[in-house]
């Protein structure tokens, strides 16, 4: 065998710059060699078809893994812009949920502050009305400030998103 490689070995030439040069012009406009340009290309370089071929094989492997490690670097860059984004997105979700337990602080004090915490019968309310009295006036009045505070509650949310 050792033989065969020493022949082999004669009547490889390693190609010239000039010669790489075409074979890289060839290769930027078609990555796939045809059999006639392949032809074409060693009568042109002046080196067996064979060679040709092999040298375009290599090129395209070469190509494929450059390919490969710049998809890598532009996916990597993707994901850490991605984590970036979730760790701001968590950031906003816990100030907001900040916000939100305020909110109900808040309205929560104004329920025990304005309003009587035992039921209110219909009947008894009315019937009180009809005799002079004026609970029920009172829980409209209650419910109107209650509405107020929640319009006021919401508009500053969204007029003003940080509390304090």
């Keep these: 065998m050792d033989a065969f490689h020493s022949q082999h070995q004669k009547h490889k030439k ?17 990555k796939k060699l045809e059999p ?3 032809l074409q290309l060693a ?19 070469r190509w494929k893994t450059q390919s490969l490690e710049l998809d890598y670097n532009v996916i990597r860059v993707r994901l ?4 970036i984004e979730k760790r701001r997105l968590e950031r906003d979700v816990m100030r907001l949920q900040g916000e939100l337990e305020k909110a109900h ?3 929560h004090a104004f329920n025990y ?19 002079g009295g004026s609970s029920t006036e009172d829980n409209i009045n ?7 505070l929640y319009a006021a509650l ?3 949310n969204e007029s003003k998103s940080n509390w304090g």
């Excluded at 390693?14 to 078609?30: G, I, K, M, N, P």
């Excluded at 850490?80 to 984590?83: I, P, R, T």
């Design 14 to 30: 390693r190609l010239t710059q000039d010669q790489v040069r075409v074979l890289e012009t060839s290769f930027d406009h078609r």
């Design 113 to 131: 502050a304005n309003f009587n915490p035992t039921p209110i019968n219909v009947s008894t309310a009315l019937a009180s009305s009809d005799e």
């Design 43 to 61: 009568r042109e370089l002046g080196v067996p078809a064979r060679q040709v071929a092999i040298w375009y094989q290599n090129k395209r492997a």
């Design 154 to 156: 919401m508009g500053l």
């Design 36 to 38: 006639e340009v392949k």
């Design 142 to 148: 209650e419910d109107l400030e209650f509405q107020q």
């Design 105 to 107: 602080e808040m309205l």
């Design 80 to 83: 850490e812009h991605a984590l």
